[in-house]
């Protein structure tokens, strides 16, 4: 006889795909409504599961954790950021959680490259103007942006994500800076033509574009702080694809609104998915939808990561993506 089928409760609508190997190899529950699941349905779920499969949207700390039935062994978030799940208080119940790095590196990086060129070139101004019919044809002075090439990046959190962006951006002619817990290898390094500031401070007021690529843990919590941001040049812009937490967002809204700084590219927000209020309606902010991973590929590849994660767990073996807390 074939052994159980593991109880996977899934809190969110995943590509069809995902969906349907899950249930073909998990006793799956999906939410076949996307919405989010309130707190006393988390607890339900997780009070059920064998397997829970969360994304960004469901808060798991401690309390409800708490809640957390014998049989929940698995948390196998979709996603590659955990700063939603109290990691530590998982484990000390025994409750292994994962992730998704990796698949979503590309496309991440992909639309880094998007907002900077974005806010650099207006581009978002351009089409708004253009689709709301006020082009009333080309001028030498208007709608003037700044060059990318040649100017200097300084990326913040130099991990795989970090690193794909500073790929892409030595083929647009940037100069590599960058601010990390340590170097880069010297491979890397020499690939990169990468220069290392381990003063964050120092690195912030001498580029022309910062982007942030850090997770966001108690140590990250606003890095970018309003006494950090005072310190970049009047003509630097900032781009954030990690996490809105990193940024104090009221500063950096300050900053934008009063012309410190050139402009800025946010796909994440202090408090997604409420976006601060001062941020809206302000023509050197690109604001986007917390889109860095989203193509059809990455969620397919990221559900795939969380299937493998639950079958080597069901086959009696330690998921590859396993997240420990030394690590974060
Ligand atoms: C995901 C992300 O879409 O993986 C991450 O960390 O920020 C997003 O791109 C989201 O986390 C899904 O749960």
Redesign the pocket.
Known sequence: MAARKPKVIVTRKLPDPVETRMRELFDTELNLTDAPLSAEQLADAIGRADVLVP??TDRLDEALLAKAGPTLKVIA?????VDHIDVAAAIARGITVTN?PGV?TED?ADLTMALMMAVSRRIVEGANVTQAGEYHGWNPTWMMGHRITGKRLGIIGMGRIGQAVARRARAFGLQIHYHNRKPVSSRIAEELEATYWESLDQMLARMDIITVHSPHTPATYHLLSARRLKLLQKHAILVNTARGEIIDENALAELLKAGSIAGAGLD?FEFEPTINPKLLGLPNAVLLP?L???TIEGRIDMGEKVIINIRTWMDGHKPPDRVIPAMM
């Open positions: 994304t960004i978030n979709f996603g590659a950021g998704t979503l991440t994440v917390h860095g991973s989203a």
